[in-house]
């Protein structure tokens, strides 16, 4: 039995979502493990003394830094990455409460064509 044509559209958008709910999940879980490196950074140059050695990366060299600025950069960093989570997350919750409402509505269009 061949499905009728607006529950296949139906189908297909719901199958786009689902997409989009998963590269969504993926960018909320990137964010998170950036948010953590740069905290476990941050955690590593506190027990740096004050005048110590401080190096970064920048392409393929290591770059001596002072520490209070790497330290500004970081913190920095961490906020503006906290941002992009809360953003994110809110992203994830529009996506997913979409998500049921597709779902619901497609049940309720198989059932009316008596489809289960």
């Known amino acids: 039995m061949e499905l009728p044509q607006n529950i296949q559209h139906q189908i297909a958008q719901f199958q786009q979502v689902q997409q989009q709910a998963q590269a969504i999940s993926m960018q909320k879980q990137t964010v998170e493990l950036q948010i953590k490196e740069t905290q476990k950074a941050l955690d590593e140059l506190k ?23 790497i330290t500004a950069e970081l913190e920095e960093k961490v906020e503006t990455l906290e941002l992009r989570e809360k953003t994110v997350k ?27």
């Open 90 to 116: 809110r992203q994830e919750e529009r996506i997913m409460n979409k998500l049921q409402e597709m779902q619901a509505s497609l049940q309720e269009a198989m059932q009316g064509a008596g489809i289960s």
């Open 47 to 69: 027990k740096v003394e004050d005048e110590g050695d401080v190096y970064k990366t920048a392409g393929n060299l290591l770059v001596k830094v002072k520490k209070d600025e």
